[in-house]
């Protein structure tokens, strides 16, 4: 009863003073598995039964559960690259009954295409990496969009209030270091450059890492909410105020939340969140078709210049493999950031007939 009470209080300030006050940025941090992105959806959702007018644009990593468990309560408009399909399975009764809102599918040809036709209630999910297979055209997408969305910010021509939740937003402005595309530290400088001009223009970030470290460090001071799932590391790195919250961080339940507000004073553990991602057993199967080929490459007329830029991009590749390798990142996860294989990752690093 007494947890119940402790909840409902900060359920009740959270709705005072982080979902009303728009263009508070709110920052979900968490090692794999703590919760983080139920915890992303219950606070899309309140955020909606709070501010109903809210614009949301939510980044779809690509993992499909995610974007499933929205459809729980709300409509979604999902932007997906032109000349790509997605796909729902045809889903059985119980599956039906579950995730009985709409999906109204949006092929985009550019970033600015998606900011010009959001639907200003509802929920608009992104869906580009699971056609993106490059890091370099990765990063050159985001830089686009960022660019078009602080442009358009500026003058006016977003919705407000908005909130962008960013699910695994160390991908796009990582630890210095960490970086595999050229471009990204001009990203990453745009980014901080702005965050509080978004911030007054009621356009709020609601990213998610795993780990605190994992996102650069100029990102994560601009963030007046933290959100704490468990984390197995010290989350004192940056401000000294949290290290009596490192043990009970440390030791919270994936349904346990510590949340640090403007003033960096931190709750105690809040239990009871719900789990709004249903087991897979109970969701249909998304299917991802295509792959997504900027303007720049589709204006290509000959194949040969096709094939100068494919090979480019290999070339890069092959250099920030080595690049994090050399930094202690192992092959698994390195051919996960950039859309290889282990065995592809390790031979980059190790050629054959290399003594």
């Not at 105020?241 to 004073?265: C, D, H, M, Y």
Request: aromatic residues 10%; hydrophobic residues 35%; proline residues 5%.
């Amino acid at each position: 009863m007494v947890d119940q009470m402790k909840a409902n209080f900060v359920q009740k300030k959270l709705k005072k003073d982080f979902y009303k006050n728009s263009g508070q940025h709110g920052w979900i941090v968490g090692t794999t598995g703590s919760g983080k992105t139920d915890f992303m959806v219950e606070v899309l959702r309140n955020l909606k039964e709070t501010v109903p007018k809210e614009t949301i644009i939510w980044r779809d990593y690509g993992k499909e559960s995610e974007m499933l468990a929205i459809l729980q309560f709300h409509d979604i408009k999902l932007f997906h690259p032109a000349g790509t399909t997605i796909k729902i399975s045809k889903m059985n009764k119980k599956q039906q009954d579950l995730l009985d809102h709409e999906v109204e599918f949006y092929e985009f040809k550019d970033a600015k295409d998606i900011l010009n036709n959001l639907d200003k209630k509802g929920v608009n999910a992104i869906a580009e990496r699971r056609f993106i297979k490059t890091p370099a055209l990765f990063i050159s997408f985001w830089s686009t969009f960022f660019q078009e969305f602080i442009n358009m910010a500026l003058n006016y021509e977003l919705p407000r209030p908005l909130s962008f939740f960013i699910d695994e937003m160390n991908n796009i402005t990582p630890a210095d270091g960490h970086y595999f595309a050229p471009n990204q530290s001009q990203l990453i400088q745009l980014l901080v450059y702005n965050a509080q001009n978004l911030r007054a223009l009621e356009a709020r970030l609601i990213p998610s890492t795993q780990g605190l470290a994992s996102l650069n460090k100029g990102i994560r001071l601009q963030m007046q909410y933290y959100f704490f799932k468990r984390c197995n590391e010290n989350i004192d790195i940056d401000i000294r105020r949290f290290k009596l919250a490192q043990v009970p961080v440390q030791r919270l339940r994936t349904n346990q939340v510590i949340i640090a507000g403007p003033s960096r004073e931190y709750s105690d553990p809040i239990d009871s969140i719900p789990r709004r991602l249903p087991p897979k057993s109970l969701l249909p199967t998304m299917i991802y078709e295509g792959e997504y080929m900027p303007p720049v490459l589709e204006s290509f007329k000959t194949q040969s210049e096709k094939q100068e830029l494919k090979e480019e991009l290999s070339d890069f590749k092959k250099k920030a493999v080595i690049t994090l390798q050399r930094n202690g990142m192992p092959y698994h996860k390195i051919a996960d950031n950039l859309g290889i294989s282990s065995q592809t990752a390790y031979e980059y690093c190790n050629p054959k007939g290399k003594k």
